[in-house]
């Protein structure tokens, strides 16, 4: 049975603790977190938000880490160590999985160096130290082409290394500049297509669902493409609108998935 839940972003200025009470008030499966929402990794304050979790049968999905490897070769480094304290944190909390980015990558990194085997052997640094702690290692789409996501996978080369579908961040997505806009050079939804089959998890933006459909993307094929791929796992609503209800928009977007992937 596939999982619905909420990413902690699609609330703003709202604690954890109370984000976790929320998604259980709507009724939500699972929630996930970024890395910077933890106060500290103090162990008695992670126990607590571990406990608050469990009281309200609420399973963290997967942790988020921000930045990319590039830059130079102390800026990877650098990411390289964020990256693990990530796989610690959710190791600990009892997450499965952590949240890396690809975004459109530069020829050239910060050394001047082609981009891509700097870029690879951390992800296999990254890769290699979370499954010595159990945890898989999920790549969003941040923005770039189904091409390019597959063949990083293929590169990567690890059995803990997967995706996380992002709906909404590809290249020529609304998501991406400029905003509500789709580029018609871009076939999101074939990406969509060549992704699915190795995603570990996906997230489904929302821009304008206040009707209580989304209006920026066709969820209508997007629902079809996950049900044709067998996806099981988990979903998370991540609301990027404008609307100051949040907690509205998340129920109307949760609603709205119930709905077509309904007797799947």
């Known amino acids: ?31 996930d977190f970024h890395q910077r929402a933890f106060e500290s990794t103090d162990p008695e304050y992670l126990s607590s938000i571990k406990a608050l979790c469990l009281k309200y049968g609420m399973p963290i999905g997967y942790i988020g880490v921000s930045g990319l490897f590039h830059g130079n070769a102390e800026e990877q480094a650098e990411h390289a160590q964020t990256s693990k304290a990530a796989v610690d944190l959710a190791a600990f909390l009892g997450s499965p999985l952590i949240r890396l980015f690809c975004a459109t990558i ?31 290692v999920g790549l969003q789409n941040h ?16 059995p803990n290394f997967n995706f996380i579908m992002d709906t909404g961040q590809w290249t020529g997505s609304p998501g991406s500049a400029p905003r509500g806009e789709t580029d018609p050079a871009h076939d999101i939804y074939k990406y969509m297509e060549q992704t699915i089959p190795h995603a570990m998890y996906v997230r489904c933006k929302f821009y304008v669902i206040e009707s209580g459909k989304e209006e920026w993307i066709n969820y209508d094929r997007i629902s079809e493409i996950i049900k044709g791929s067998g996806f099981n796992g988990s979903i998370s609503i991540v609301y990027e609108g404008e609307q100051e209800d949040r907690v509205e928009q998340v129920r109307l977007a949760a609603k709205y998935l119930r709905e077509l992937l309904a007797g799947y």
């Open 106 to 136: 530069p020829e050239k990194n910060g050394d001047g160096d082609d981009t891509w085997p700097a870029m690879v052997a951390g992800y296999q640094e990254v890769a290699d130290y979370a499954a010595t702690k159990g945890i898989g």
């Open 143 to 158: 923005p770039v082409t189904g091409d390019t996501m597959l063949e990083i996978r293929e590169k990567v080369d690890r």
């Open 1 to 31: 049975m596939i999982k619905i839940g909420s990413n902690y972003l699609s609330l703003k200025d709202t604690s954890i603790e109370d984000f976790i009470k929320t998604a259980h008030d709507l009724r939500l499966d699972v929630v």
